[in-house]
């Protein structure tokens, strides 16, 4: 079995016209810390790393880059080349770029939709230093990496081509929901259940439709849950279980567009195993064991219609 060419999901990075309501939003609700960087950029931390979401200013909620960790430094060049076997280009990064996002050393590349990824090692840790807003709050990363993100793209099969051959991503679940709410792909590169899953809507979007933390403690999230309950932010779905990842969760809407879910108890995946599933809801199977009501909000701003697949 080919090994997988990343650690982990290292980092995220958004451009919102609403940067600026981040910090009220991860602290009350999640129990992150904020930093707030001169040029109006939020960097959200939900552990020691310097940041694990960086929220810049601009004028659209557009998804800006997602960051790969390498497993060491000397993996490092050999994941860049071979990356440049599979026909990918590569920019190495500036310093003054890898100052900006905490790490060593920075390479860049798009996916086929023309989403950037960077690739890093050598990340900034400020050891035993974060401190939750709650003194409950602490969050499951560590080899795992910051969670998950789901990637709605125009075409999977041109997805799975590149994150699963050739980013070497193991294809954990299938879920197909039918022609209303289109098929899922859900992808790992260690033991959590997935670290990227693609989404295949109808109409050809192309975005951010949202990010996953996980909670080191159940009563966390049903306090989270509280609070977005009596606050003016917009819940999402309801708290449930999933079927596939077995994550207990709720979903909120964020400031940028896309979903913010906070869950906890995630199954881990042993590759020795594990074999790839069928979620088939149009055979009747069901990818809920229970609640996750999603509520009739507007079309997220994060997604974007495409009308073509680079």
């Known amino acids: 079995m080919r090994e997988p060419l990343f650690h982990s999901l290292g980092y995220l990075g958004v451009t919102s016209p609403r940067a600026a309501d981040w910090p009220t939003f991860a602290v009350d609700v999640f129990g992150m810390e904020v930093v707030p960087r001169d040029d109006g950029t939020q960097l959200m931390r939900w552990d020691d790393r310097a940041f694990r979401l960086a929220v810049h200013p601009g004028e659209e909620d557009r998804i800006a ?82 969670g998950h993100a789901v990637l709605v793209i125009p075409d999977l099969d041109v997805g799975m081509a590149f994150y699963e051959g050739v ?28 670290s990227i899953a693609l989404w295949e809507m109808p109409g050809e979007l192309l975005g951010l439709q949202h990010m996953m933390v996980e909670s080191a403690d159940v009563d966390e999230v049903g306090r989270a849950y509280d609070v977005t309950l009596r606050s003016d932010w917009e819940l999402s779905a309801t708290l449930g279980r999933h079927v596939g990842d077995e994550q207990m969760s709720f979903y909120t809407r964020s400031p ?33 064991v229970w609640g996750h009501q999603f509520q009739p909000l507007g079309p997220q701003s994060s997604l974007r219609p495409v009308r073509t697949v680079a």
């Not at 939750?132 to 602490?138: D, E, F, V, W």
């Not at 980013?167 to 997935?194: A, P, Q, S």
Request: proline residues 3%; hydrophobic residues 35%.
């Open 65 to 146: 880059y997602v960051g790969w960790e390498a497993p060491h430094g000397t993996r490092f060049a050999e994941i860049v080349s071979e990356l440049e076997r599979s026909g990918v280009q590569v920019e190495s990064e500036p310093a003054e770029v890898a100052r900006a996002r905490m790490v060593r050393e920075l390479a860049s590349f798009e996916d086929p939709f023309g989403i950037r990824h960077e690739l890093f090692t050598g990340a900034v840790e400020f050891d035993r230093t974060f401190r939750g807003a709650r003194s409950t709050t602490a969050f499951r990363t560590g080899p795992q990496g910051l």
């Open 167 to 194: 980013l070497g991503l193991r294809c954990t679940d299938i879920v197909k929901h039918g022609d209303e709410l289109g098929t899922m792909c859900f992808l790992r590169c260690n033991t959590r259940h997935h």
């Open 256 to 288: 940028s567009g896309f979903d913010v879910e906070l869950g906890c108890d995630s199954i881990d995946i042993d590759d020795a195993q594990w074999t790839m599933r069928l979620i088939d809801r149009t055979a009747g199977a069901r990818n809920e």
